[in-house]
T-cell receptor, first 111, second 113 residues
Framework: KAGVTQTPRYLIKTRGQQVTLSCSPI?????VSWYQQTPGQGLQFLFEYFSETQRNKGNFPGRFSGRQFSNSRSEMNVSTLELGDSALYLC??????????FGPGTRLTVL | DQQVKQNSPSLSVQEGRISILNCDYT??????FLWYKKYPAEGPTFLISISSIKDKNEDGRFTVFLNKSAKHLSLHIVPSQPGDSAVYFCAARRATSGSRLTFGEGTQLTVNP
């Protein structure tokens, strides 16, 4: 099976812009979660989607949002970008068991 | 509040020896624990997991031990290989939190030839 794919892999934006990141889960996986990795805060949970519904949300401002489509693909959006949003954004998918499988991530740089 | 802690930022071992990576947690509601390996600019790769109803799980060179009373888990890699050099993350999940994982800060393992 193909792994979790994320596009784009690298992105450069300026402050105030918005960005949309995409994630395609492993075939058959219905749960998709998003994480942010920064040097200072480590890996932090953003949100989880299951069957097109947000099932769980981390402690991030409302500028961070996401959605899931009927084919389980997911997108996350960050509006009004700030310098501190520069990070590696990771998507993970999960089957009915408890193990999450991560994609390669999208490296976002905000200038 | 850091609920999952990896107190050693780095660990260096010789090829062929045992690597022991440690992880402590504070939330007694965690019921499932995972270890991931991560290379720079890549996503974490799943290594091994353990449910809170067990105290040991083994998969090839990797063994995870869980001590619930001490809220401590460890990952043993035997024998260590240079290709094991990476950052290792411990993660924990609460049954009531869906798929949400809480990660430790990571330990950089370097295996010297």
């Amino acid at each position: 099976k193909a792994g979790v794919t994320q596009t784009p892999r690298y992105l450069i934006k300026t402050r105030g812009q918005q960005v949309t990141l995409s994630c395609s889960p492993i075939s058959g996986h219905r749960s998709v979660s998003w994480y942010q990795q920064t040097p200072g805060q480590g890996l932090q949970f953003l949100f989880e989607y299951f069957s097109e519904t947000q099932r769980n949300k981390g402690n991030f401002p409302g500028r961070f949002s996401g959605r899931q489509f009927s084919n389980s693909r997911s997108e996350m959006n960050v509006s009004t970008l700030e310098l501190g949003d520069s990070a590696l954004y990771l998507c993970a998918s999960k089957p009915s068991t408890d193990t999450q499988y991560f994609g390669p991530g999208t490296r976002l740089t905000v200038l | 509040d850091q609920q999952v802690k990896q107190n050693s930022p780095s660990l260096s071992v010789q090829e062929g020896r045992i690597s022991i990576l440690n992880c402590d947690y504070t939330n007694s509601m965690f019921d499932y624990f995972l270890w991931y390996k991560k290379y720079p600019a890549e996503g974490p790769t799943f290594l091994i997991s353990i449910s809170s109803i067990k105290d040991k799980n083994e998969d090839g060179r990797f063994t995870v031990f869980l001590n619930k009373s001490a809220k401590h888990l460890s990952l043993h890699i035997v024998p260590s290989q240079p290709g094991d050099s990476a950052v290792y993350f411990c993660a924990a999940r609460r049954a009531t939190s869906g798929s949400r994982l809480t990660f430790g800060e990571g330990t950089q393992l370097t295996v010297n030839p």
